[in-house]
């Protein structure tokens, strides 16, 4: 029993770690804008110098307003 | 040769109406943006382009390896509208004044900014968006924050100028939107951090207390093991301080406030009961008593963040804190000798010479000097049709020059405009929040009272019978068990998930004490133009012999020359101009119509005045209800057009459903009376209709109602009836999409969705009774607990379950009571878009 007196601490000292890890990602701006990753991780391919699209089918198939 | 009109039939035959325009052939679709390619649209690697504005992007983004583009999102491309300005445009940019203000920050030739692109709508966009740097030397990285659609943009000011960054963004199609108030310092970004920060630690206690608290709540006595409990409390009691002394740093701050200007708000109850709570257990554990009650203390803290998190985050594309300075452009051009010069509103003094092109708007109050002005001034009087006026005629701020550029000399400053002075009335310029007190602060004055009452009483009783202990143990328990975290807890959650799903049905309330004064509401108002009508379309029936397809195509080409309104809603009705035509001898007298020749053909459209004025017999007197323009070809009488605003579809059921809930409604229109007997059935016979009202009189008989005791929705399309709006209980602004413009108002309705508002009225209404009965649980909660405390009979270990339970289910309850409450009423789950908001480019008038 009486190692949990130093078996807590230890794990409250890890918890505070992560703590810590969240003051700094809060405080370096990550939570400012939580919806445009999930965007940018649908375009993550790097453009290619001089590529042209891959798209052939020269009628895109989205439908818009005039 | 006079030929018989037949328009002189009566209703009951119906006119011919214009013959459809055939479907055409199937086109292909800009490869670049999707809409439709005329037959001559220019190709390029077998791909096809609707003009030569996106074949230009195309070239641009093939040339440096951004073809992917197209692989993201096909026809994501955004239709380069105009004709890119001619160099010059941006350069006012470049003045340090103006371009220190838009910069983020700024180090020796290192600057960012940040900048409003409404046009950006998709992956695509913002891949591309992120991605300029491999389109200009000297811009570095870039960041999209979609939601807000802003771009912030990291460049060298000594390869690149800001004006060249925002050129090319302009070329692209993505133009930032630059206005006024961006440069005159209001920028109020709402940062969460703190509040974040607060929470992060509140939950990190919270969860690791609770922990600590286990044995207490399974009852074990500490005896067994009495100095593990002794440590775990200490710990406890550790954890508590940043929480007290961070989290709740703003309760303190409010109670103090509270307290100095002698207002009891829901923050003093807190701050009581958080002190109460952490002086007793403080005590309890520095005195070996017990374990303390860190867990309630250090729960209450994290679930009172939890309600303002959510209350406050407001959705972040919206700005409903725009006044008329949201509305002007932050550039205009002056003369200056004899040749011109772009400078910043800002600079305009009194006496300079401005020049203000066709679309462009007017910013201050000025005396024509040359020129013909046509002055559209649909923003500020709602009346569509332009007002002609003549040098040395006054023009006020905020008129739309249409047709050829007119030089003004400025009267007023910017500031002193009429304009201005309508948005800065006293009704205007009040704050909206703090009208009324809600609720939650009625209860809580005289719950505070009661509890605070009833602790000394407590005290005062034992204390009487010598027992000393008991008395300070009552007291604080009465303290820390009258729980005022429902009374904290229900309004916001129920609120702000009622602000959740109304927003899911497109209507956006502005914060979510909107929903408690929106449930209050027992008059509606209703502006006509851009409200119950829709912009921009209108009924048109031809009356008169059938038009030829030669005959249609002169009157468009005709029409094509004029920027009246009626004139454009000619060409809309004729069908769009495909050919180049030549129209010789074209003469516009403002007021009364156009003539010119086609193909050695005289044309003549417009009023029956100005047809006979012409020479050509058209009958006098007309149908008063309807705007209507005459054709006339060499002298010979054709037929008429008659114009009608259309109602959008809902206007006529949401009517009709405000009228079985027994609402009372009213009409506010700017146009003249002609519609009265077109809407009267609508409204029934106890509505008031008021036509010809200026903006200030719209306000002023808001006022008037309220001040009969009515709680006043005001519906309106949010530009010229923007004093109204705020001088209602509940302003509503009905726009296309949630990226538009829209002055200060309470809701937002997207996509012009009226048949919204019942039902996000009943929703309000249910959300308050679900607020009060709430309050109405968690007093009786508190009664139970308070008797029990009172008689010192209160066990440690229900105090310790009683409060995070409470919390928790006052959540539960407001919460899952207004999601039953939306799924009963039929309002989505889902944000469904709409046609009209699926892309985002700001609406052409």
Known sequence: MSALYFLIPVSLLVAVVFLGWFIWAVRSGQYEDTSTPALRMLADEEAEPGAAPRVTDPTPKQEKRE | MCRPVKAARS??????????????APRERCFH???????????????????????????????????????????AGVRVKEEPASGGRWDYLDDPGVRDRLLDFREGNLARVTLHVPAMHCVACVWLLENLFRLREGIGSSEVNFPRREVSILFDLAKVPLSGVVALLDSLGYPPVLRLDAVEGRRARPSFKRLYLQLGVAGFAFGNTMLFSFPAYLGLEPTAAAGLSRFFGWLSMALAVPVVLFSAADYWKAAWQAVRRRVLTIDFPIALGLAALFGRSAWEVMAGAGPGYFDSLTGLVFFLLCGRLFQQKSYERLSFDRDYRAFF??????????????VPVSRVKVGDRLIIRHRELLPADARLVRGRGLLDYSFVTGESAPVEKRAGDLLYAGGRQMGTAVEVEVLRPVAQSYLASLWSREEVARPRSGGWAGITDRVSRWFTVTVVGVALAAAAWWAGRGQWGVGLWAFTAVLIVACPCALALAAPFAHGAAQRRLGLAGVFLRSADVVEALARVDMVVFDKTGTLTAPGQEETVWEGDELTVAERRAVAALAGQSAHPLARAMVRAVGRIERRIEVAAFHEEPGFGLSGEVDGHRWCLGSAAWLRRNGVPAPVGGVADQAEVWCAVNGRLLGRWRFRGRLRPESAPVLRAWRQAGMRLALLSGDQARERDRFAPLFGPDAEMLFEQTPAAKLE??????????????????????????????????TAGPGEFSPASDVILEGGR??????????ARSTTRLVRASIGVSLVYNAVGISLAAQGLLAPWICAVLMPLSSVSVIALAVGGVRWAAARLGLPTAHAISPETSTLEAVAV
């Open chain 2, 11 to 24: 209703e009951a035959e119906s006119p011919a109406a214009i013959p459809p325009r055939t479907a055409p």
């Open chain 2, 33 to 75: 943006c999707a809409t439709p390619c005329p037959p001559d649209a220019p190709e390029q690697d077998g791909r096809r382009f609707c003009c030569r504005g996106c074949l230009a992007v195309y070239q641009v983004l093939t040339n440096n390896g951004l073809g992917h583009f197209y692989d993201l999102g096909q026809g």
């Open chain 2, 329 to 342: 452009p932050m550039a205009v051009t002056r003369r200056r000798g004899d040749g011109e010069e772009t």
């Open chain 2, 701 to 734: 008989q808001v006022r008037r109602w309220r001040e009969e005791g009515r709680v006043v929705m005001m519906v309106g399309d949010g530009l010229n009836d923007a004093g109204a709006l705020r001088a209602s209980d509940v302003g509503v602004a009905v």
């Open chain 2, 754 to 763: 009226l048949d919204r508002l019942p039902a996000a009225w009943r929703l």
